[in-house]
């Protein structure tokens, strides 16, 4: 057997199930293929900084691969439409009898994988697809009833016995022996792709490589992960793993984070150490919401999933909005969090609860306007993940907030970010500013005010709160 192996959000060569298997099963060597679809890319609004964050794992994922005698062959065609027959071709050039791949669960991604998997068994080259962005595939854990899970800590509790029960599950599988001959020969990645043009990848910040994302979580553990439960929402210490860029694009693979804090925690999962288990919480919770989005597909299509929060009439004011994405807010550490999104690529998680409640919740402003900016922005843009946390926050998605918990933008400023030197880094202009005055400027004597170049509040927070619990109300 040759097999094709399709690279997707999977890229890496340690614990990745396709790749393990293929080159298990092969007799004829392994070619690997990436597709590159800018304007399938560009429509599910693809942030520049994570094209470019592929880009360099390609690079480094094809040396990986060529050391083990497999070539990585880059397919480049504008949208999903034309990857079968392109494929097929690959597979034909290379006398290749076996497709294999790990599963993707967004609307169009499904539609992709069916569509190839027609093509290639009906010339008779086999299928072979694999769980791999979950523990657990969607459907397998499910209700008493049969039913997926809507609300998280059942998820959890029924999530963690099936692992308890089957600890092989988060057993890893080791990267693939270097094979007898290399059946092509590696195509080289582009520098940059059509579309995604960026002045500044962050390369200082997010180093390429699955050798930087296994450091990046070992540090981690070592010795971040004990203390994660109270550092993780305080944005000016480095208290988060900030391993999700490298699982929004498979570098790393969640079981690996998942058997690393096990293996931390004593071998236990949802008991012992609180810091180890608060991570393995968020880990699920990235789980649950890819769960979520198999099951009910209409959030990969700008829908709520409370389909009555469809009602609310959100505003229409393009001014708060540009200052929202802007930093311009006239609340600091609502402007940091922005200011350090666009200029990173990335935003701390209490940060990113945050400015969403502000958005949807104070400006009143339609959550999908929100989700669509990060997307745009940031290097770890997931759909899941990143649809599942803004409609939590815009109390419009499963197991979200209630409606009328709204964080208070000025108390959260003071209760995570005391001194404000978070807020001093990414808002200047705020830094010979008290510790007390830094979260709300606009109390502050008029003259000294005057002397800053920042701008007043553009909602009264009070206000706003009022308006947006009335507006969930009507619903009822």
């Given at each position: 057997?040759?097999?094709?192996?399709?690279?997707?959000?999977?890229?890496?060569?340690?614990?990745?199930?396709?790749?393990?298997?293929?080159?298990?099963?092969?007799?004829?060597?392994?070619?690997?293929?990436?597709?590159?679809?800018?304007?399938?890319?560009?429509?599910?609004?693809?942030?520049?900084?994570?094209?470019?964050?592929?880009?360099?794992?390609?690079?480094?994922?094809?040396?990986?691969?060529?050391?083990?005698?497999?070539?990585?062959?880059?397919?480049?065609?504008?949208?999903?439409?034309?990857?079968?027959?392109?494929?097929?071709?690959?597979?034909?050039?290379?006398?290749?009898?076996?497709?294999?791949?790990?599963?993707?669960?967004?609307?169009?991604?499904?539609?992709?994988?069916?569509?190839?998997?027609?093509?290639?068994?009906?010339?008779?080259?086999?299928?072979?697809?694999?769980?791999?962005?979950?523990?657990?595939?969607?459907?397998?854990?499910?209700?008493?009833?049969?039913?997926?899970?809507?609300?998280?800590?059942?998820?959890?509790?029924?999530?963690?016995?099936?692992?308890?029960?089957?600890?092989?599950?988060?057993?890893?599988?080791?990267?693939?022996?270097?094979?007898?001959?290399?059946?092509?020969?590696?195509?080289?990645?582009?520098?940059?792709?059509?579309?995604?043009?960026?002045?500044?990848?962050?390369?200082?910040?997010?180093?390429?490589?699955?050798?930087?994302?296994?450091?990046?979580?070992?540090?981690?553990?070592?010795?971040?992960?004990?203390?994660?439960?109270?550092?993780?929402?305080?944005?000016?210490?480095?208290?988060?793993?900030?391993?999700?860029?490298?699982?929004?694009s498979g570098v790393v693979s969640l079981r690996t984070c998942v058997h690393a804090a096990v293996q931390a925690n004593n071998g236990k999962l949802d008991t012992g150490n609180i810091g180890a288990t608060t991570w393995i919480s968020e880990l699920v919770w990235r789980e649950f919401?890819?769960?979520?989005?198999?099951?009910?597909?209409?959030?990969?299509?700008?829908?709520?999933?409370?389909?009555?929060?469809?009602?609310?009439?959100?505003?229409?004011?393009?001014?708060?909005?540009?200052?929202?994405?802007?930093?311009?807010?006239?609340?600091?550490?609502?402007?940091?969090?922005?200011?350090?999104?666009?200029?990173?690529?990335?935003?701390?998680?209490?940060?990113?609860?945050?400015?969403?409640?502000?958005?949807?919740?104070?400006?009143?402003?339609?959550?999908?306007?929100?989700?669509?900016?990060?997307?745009?922005?940031?290097?770890?843009?997931?759909?899941?993940?990143?649809?599942?946390?803004?409609?939590?926050?815009?109390?419009?998605?499963?197991?979200?907030?209630?409606?009328?918990?709204?964080?208070?933008?000025?108390?959260?400023?003071?209760?995570?970010?005391?001194?404000?030197?978070?807020?001093?880094?990414?808002?200047?202009?705020?830094?010979?500013?008290?510790?007390?005055?830094?979260?709300?400027?606009?109390?502050?004597?008029?003259?000294?005010?005057?002397?800053?170049?920042?701008?007043?509040?553009?909602?009264?927070?009070?206000?706003?709160?009022?308006?947006?619990?009335?507006?969930?109300?009507?619903?009822?």
């Amino acid at each position: 057997m040759r097999p094709l192996v399709w690279m997707r959000t999977d890229l890496r060569t340690h614990d990745n199930p396709a790749l393990h298997h293929a080159c298990k099963a092969s007799s004829r060597g392994v070619v690997a293929v990436f597709t590159i679809c800018p304007k399938q890319w560009l429509s599910h609004d693809m942030a520049p900084i994570k094209a470019a964050f592929i880009l360099r794992n390609l690079k480094d994922l094809s040396e990986t691969l060529a050391k083990k005698n497999i070539a990585l062959k880059i397919i480049e065609t504008p949208t999903f439409a034309t990857v079968p027959k392109l494929l097929k071709k690959l597979a034909n050039e290379h006398e290749c009898d076996a497709l294999y791949f790990n599963r993707e669960y967004e609307v169009n991604e499904q539609e992709r994988d069916e569509e190839v998997t027609k093509v290639f068994e009906s010339a008779g080259i086999s299928i072979h697809a694999f769980t791999d962005q979950c523990v657990f595939a969607p459907g397998e854990v499910l209700t008493g009833k049969g039913d997926p899970y809507t609300v998280f800590t059942p998820f959890k509790k029924s999530w963690c016995a099936a692992v308890d029960e089957d600890r092989d599950r988060i057993e890893l599988l080791s990267a693939p022996r270097k094979l007898a001959e290399m059946v092509s020969t590696p195509d080289d990645i582009p520098a940059s792709i059509k579309g995604f043009s960026i002045a500044d990848p962050r390369e200082d910040l997010w180093h390429a490589g699955e050798k930087h994302a296994i450091s990046r979580l070992n540090a981690f553990i070592e010795n971040r992960l004990r203390s994660y439960k109270d550092a993780r929402d305080v944005p000016a210490i480095n208290g988060t793993s900030t391993i999700s860029p490298y699982l929004a694009s498979g570098v790393v693979s969640l079981r690996t984070c998942v058997h690393a804090a096990v293996q931390a925690n004593n071998g236990k999962l949802d008991t012992g150490n609180i810091g180890a288990t608060t991570w393995i919480s968020e880990l699920v919770w990235r789980e649950f919401y890819k769960h979520i989005l198999f099951h009910f597909p209409r959030v990969c299509k700008h829908r709520a999933f409370k389909v009555e929060t469809e009602r609310l009439r959100w505003n229409d004011n393009n001014e708060h909005f540009a200052a929202w994405c802007e930093g311009r807010t006239g609340f600091p550490i609502v402007d940091a969090a922005m200011r350090q999104l666009v200029q990173t690529g990335w935003m701390h998680n209490r940060l990113r609860m945050i400015v969403a409640m502000f958005l949807s919740k104070n400006l009143f402003l339609d959550w999908r306007l929100g989700e669509r900016f990060f997307m745009r922005h940031l290097i770890d843009g997931d759909l899941a993940p990143n649809n599942g946390g803004w409609q939590w926050s815009a109390s419009t998605g499963t197991d979200a907030a209630p409606y009328f918990r709204i964080f208070n933008t000025v108390t959260q400023s003071k209760k995570f970010d005391p001194d404000g030197s978070f807020i001093r880094k990414f808002v200047p202009e705020l830094k010979d500013v008290d510790n007390d005055a830094i979260h709300d400027p606009s109390t502050l004597p008029e003259l000294a005010r005057a002397n800053l170049d920042y701008p007043q509040p553009i909602v009264d927070l009070k206000q706003t709160r009022e308006r947006a619990i009335e507006a969930f109300r009507e619903l009822k």
